[in-house]
């Protein structure tokens, strides 16, 4: 083949020669536009979100600014600067939802002085309370459900005054959108979404429908690219965590294909149902222990098969102790903490003593304690609020005096031994020390040294106090 030098010179000569009038083009095109920057920034509208509840409205509203913010809106910090707010709700207790009708009231000012500012409930109260809230709230102008983020945008941009869109979905899991996260050590991932176990004190099937489940491959694509952003650490969300059923895909096969995700350094997961714990799941933490991190919350909520029952939990104490020890053969150093209600309608002392008798054989790591609050629409409601508000204090004082004693215990049994700890942050008391967390969920302090977030190290544990371990060379 014969190459022509000359011409090939000459088509460079006025290929270079085109690039350059486009470069200078475009330079004068942007320096000139430059002073209008701000002006063009500010054209796009500020939102600003309040997140109230679980989890798993923390990761909604990290969906909601995803979508949001690749479009023309800009995050604020305060409500007082923004063009819409939204308020991402929770209906789990009374206390919530008070909380959000007296934070409606707050805002109502900003919305007076500013009648095109746009102000929307979303979540699981919106789900509850729907039209009710823009009847008593008509200042409020967007009410939606769970399964309705897709279509903020359209909503926004709407010209109604009020809109209302709580239409459940059998299949919204919110797959090929990426949540915008906060800088950190810990990526969440919700992989399903709603609940069909229909305890009978609880409002959320009917906040946000029934269960279903992303694929195994948009949650590891999910995974990968949060990876790829510097998060080390995935906790993979649920109402029930491990109910996961994609096509038959269940949840340990998930947990499998995660742990060959390059870059992970440890894998969590909340919250499981007691129902779906079974041999296989804890195969899985034994053999990727401690990748799959040896922690387990399992929800207790009541110790009286009586109780239990009311509560249509699906097990009995026997069954439940049963799984605690099946849990501890296989990983015996796990941790294991646990929701618990008190003053359930109709429950008794003798109830009572049964929770304090599984707390007992148990020995918690950590419990998150509660006093039964009942929740309109739910079947429990029908059976009124029986024991007084009385007994349930006096109830849950008892519990919480047991729980931090075990809590103590079960640091304490620590003491002496090298742990893994994932570093997390500076100390929240002292700039010389750094705080991590233990793959049995335990937050331990140390000597700050030369370690950085994110770093995984092993150090050994010298004292316990309150709800904290320490790894100081001193002690
Ligand atoms: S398992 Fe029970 S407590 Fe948990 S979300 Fe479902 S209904 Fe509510």
Same mark, same amino acid.
């Given at each position: 083949m014969?190459?022509?030098?000359?011409d090939y010179?000459?088509?460079?000569?006025s290929?270079?020669?085109?690039?350059l009038?486009?470069?200078?083009?475009?330079?004068?095109?942007?320096f000139?536009?430059?002073p209008y920057?701000?002006i063009?920034?500010?054209?796009k509208?500020?939102?600003?979100i309040?997140?109230?509840?679980?989890q798993?409205n923390?990761?909604?509203?990290?969906?909601?600014?995803?979508?949001?913010?690749?479009?023309?809106?800009?995050?604020c910090?305060?409500?007082e600067e923004?063009?819409?707010?939204l308020?991402?709700?929770?209906?789990v207790?009374?206390?919530?939802e008070?909380?959000?009708?007296?934070?409606?009231?707050?805002?109502?000012?900003?919305?007076?002085n500013n009648p095109?500012?746009k102000?929307g409930?979303?979540g699981?109260?919106?789900q509850?309370?729907?039209?009710?809230l823009?009847?008593t709230?008509?200042?409020?102008?967007?009410?939606?459900g769970?399964?309705?983020?897709r279509?903020?945008?359209?909503?926004l @941009?709407?010209? $109604?005054?009020?809109?209302?869109?709580t239409?459940?979905?059998? *299949?919204?899991?919110?797959?090929g959108? !990426? &949540? #915008?996260?906060k800088?950190?050590?810990?990526a969440w991932?919700?992989?399903?979404?709603?609940?069909?176990?229909?305890c009978?004190?609880?409002?959320?099937?009917y906040?946000?429908g029934?269960e279903?489940?992303?694929?195994?491959?948009?949650?590891?694509d999910?995974?990968?690219?949060?990876?790829d952003q @510097?998060?080390? $650490?995935?906790?993979?969300?649920?109402?029930?965590?491990?109910? *996961?059923d994609h096509?038959?895909?269940? !949840? &340990? #096969?998930?947990l499998?294909?995660?742990?060959?995700?390059?870059?992970?350094?440890?894998?969590?997961?909340?919250?499981?149902h007691?129902?779906?714990?079974?041999?296989?799941?804890?195969?899985m933490?034994?053999e990727?222990?401690?990748?799959?991190?040896?922690h387990?919350?399992?929800?207790l909520q009541? @110790?009286?098969d009586?109780?239990?029952?009311?509560?249509n939990?699906?097990?009995s104490?026997?069954?439940?102790l049963?799984?605690?020890?099946?849990i501890?053969?296989?990983v015996?150093d796990?941790?294991?903490?646990?929701?618990?209600?008190?003053?359930?309608?109709e429950?008794?002392?003798a109830d009572?003593?049964?929770?304090?008798?599984?707390?007992?054989?148990?020995?918690?790591?950590?419990?998150?304690?509660?006093?039964?609050?009942p929740?309109p629409?739910?079947k429990a409601f029908?059976?009124?609020?029986?024991?007084?508000?009385?007994?349930?204090?006096?109830?849950?004082?008892?519990?919480?005096?047991?729980?931090?004693?075990?809590?103590?215990?079960?640091?304490?049994?620590?003491?002496?031994?090298?742990?893994?700890?994932l570093?997390e942050a500076?100390?929240?008391?002292?700039?010389?020390e750094?705080?991590?967390?233990t793959?049995c969920?335990?937050?331990?302090?140390?000597?700050?040294?030369n370690?950085?977030p994110?770093?995984l190290?092993t150090r050994?544990?010298t004292?316990?106090q309150?709800v904290?371990l320490?790894?100081?060379?001193n002690?």
């Amino acid at each position: 083949m014969v190459v022509n030098i000359t011409d090939y010179r000459l088509q460079l000569r006025s290929h270079d020669f085109c690039l350059l009038v486009f470069v200078s083009w475009f330079l004068s095109f942007h320096f000139l536009l430059l002073p209008y920057l701000p002006i063009f920034r500010s054209m796009k509208k500020r939102f600003y979100i309040e997140t109230y509840g679980c989890q798993m409205n923390e990761y909604d509203s990290e969906i909601l600014t995803g979508i949001l913010q690749s479009h023309d809106y800009i995050l604020c910090n305060s409500a007082e600067e923004a063009d819409v707010i939204l308020l991402n709700t929770c209906s789990v207790r009374d206390n919530a939802e008070l909380k959000i009708h007296s934070r409606l009231g707050e805002l109502k000012h900003l919305k007076d002085n500013n009648p095109d500012l746009k102000l929307g409930v979303v979540g699981c109260m919106a789900q509850n309370l729907k039209k009710e809230l823009i009847d008593t709230k008509p200042y409020v102008n967007m009410i939606l459900g769970p399964d309705s983020y897709r279509d903020i945008l359209k909503h926004l @941009g709407a010209e $109604e005054t009020h809109i209302i869109d709580t239409k459940l979905s059998k *299949f919204e899991v919110y797959d090929g959108l !990426f &949540p #915008a996260r906060k800088e950190g050590v810990n990526a969440w991932i919700s992989i399903m979404r709603g609940c069909d176990k229909f305890c009978s004190y609880c409002i959320v099937p009917y906040t946000r429908g029934r269960e279903r489940s992303r694929s195994i491959e948009s949650i590891v694509d999910e995974a990968k690219r949060s990876i790829d952003q @510097g998060f080390v $650490e995935i906790t993979l969300l649920g109402q029930n965590v491990n109910s *996961f059923d994609h096509e038959g895909d269940k !949840f &340990p #096969a998930l947990l499998k294909a995660l742990t060959k995700v390059d870059g992970l350094k440890r894998l969590r997961y909340t919250s499981p149902h007691p129902q779906d714990v079974d041999e296989e799941l804890m195969r899985m933490h034994a053999e990727y222990k401690p990748l799959i991190a040896n922690h387990i919350h399992l929800p207790l909520q009541a @110790g009286s098969d009586a109780v239990l029952k009311a509560m249509n939990r699906t097990y009995s104490q026997e069954h439940y102790l049963q799984l605690v020890d099946m849990i501890r053969k296989y990983v015996p150093d796990i941790g294991i903490t646990t929701d618990i209600i008190v003053g359930f309608p109709e429950e008794t002392d003798a109830d009572f003593r049964e929770t304090l008798k599984v707390m007992e054989y148990v020995k918690y790591d950590n419990a998150y304690t509660f006093k039964y609050s009942p929740r309109p629409y739910t079947k429990a409601f029908k059976m009124g609020d029986t024991v007084s508000e009385l007994d349930k204090s006096a109830r849950l004082t008892e519990l919480i005096v047991m729980q931090k004693a075990h809590t103590l215990e079960r640091l304490r049994q620590m003491i002496g031994k090298d742990v893994e700890i994932l570093v997390e942050a500076r100390s929240k008391k002292s700039s010389e020390e750094m705080r991590g967390r233990t793959a049995c969920n335990k937050i331990v302090v140390f000597p700050k040294g030369n370690y950085k977030p994110k770093d995984l190290i092993t150090r050994r544990i010298t004292d316990a106090q309150g709800v904290t371990l320490f790894s100081r060379p001193n002690n």
